[in-house]
């Protein structure tokens, strides 16, 4: 419930920011950014519109702060998997982390870099490109740390870094749209699993 509290003007009071972010993080998770209405997000956030674009500005701004939430909370692993001493360790803690990002039972399945704008309207446009970036991004980390690996003797020498990261990262989102469809973490795992036996050792 929102309260009348003292404060400089357009300030929200009387809700906690961080819960209505979580909440609203899971409604585009589940909607996708167009389908994620503003009356959907605002009463899963349990504040007014009012509030909700003095402490978080419009939609899509919403859409960006809840986007930085997901990299740093469900889309961690990346960051973790990076960590990996091997290029092998580095892939299987990738699809693991996805497989479980993507069926968790309290969450919705699938992954919302990868489903939160695949349509959306021209209006919508900026949105998608965030998340083509975004995705871009998590490519360009595992490429990197690929590279590293051919470098230190991890993979062989005649890997090609780049290829191998469009493959992993490739995979890795086609999992999350299998998630999405209802397929089980038992059966992504296999996939996964399978996936890594024919990995390039040095």
């Known amino acids: 419930m929102e309260t009348n509290q003292s404060g400089p003007i357009g300030r929200p009071r009387g809700f906690d920011a961080d819960e209505a972010l979580e909440r609203a993080m899971l409604v585009f ?11 959907c997000l605002t009463n899963a956030m349990g504040i ?3 509030s ?3 402490a978080f500005g419009n939609k899509e701004k919403l859409f960006r702060k809840v986007l930085e939430r ?3 909370g469900p889309s961690a692993y990346l960051v973790r998997a990076m960590e ?7 892939a299987t803690a990738i699809l693991s982390g996805v497989v479980r990002t993507t069926t968790r039972p309290a969450h919705p399945h699938g992954c919302l870099g990868v489903q939160g704008a695949l349509t959306v309207s021209d209006s919508g446009q900026e949105v998608r ?6 995705r871009n991004d998590g490519y360009s980390r595992v490429r990197e740390r690929f590279q590293r690996a051919v470098d230190d003797g991890d993979l062989p020498p005649q890997t ?3 290829l191998l990261a469009r493959y992993l990262t490739t995979f890795a989102f086609g999992i999350a749209v299998q ?6 973490r038992d059966e992504l795992q296999e996939m996964a699993d399978a996936a890594l036996r024919n990995w390039p050792l040095s």
């Open 160 to 162: 090609d870094p780049g």
């Open 52 to 54: 909700m674009y003095a």
């Open 179 to 184: 998630a999405a469809s209802g397929v089980g």
């Open 29 to 39: 998770w589940k909607h996708g950014y167009e389908g994620a209405s503003t009356a």
């Open 70 to 72: 997901y990299t740093e």
């Open 84 to 90: 990996e001493p091997t290029a092998l360790g580095v």
């Open 129 to 134: 490109d965030l998340l083509v970036a975004w």
């Open 48 to 50: 007014s519109t009012t």
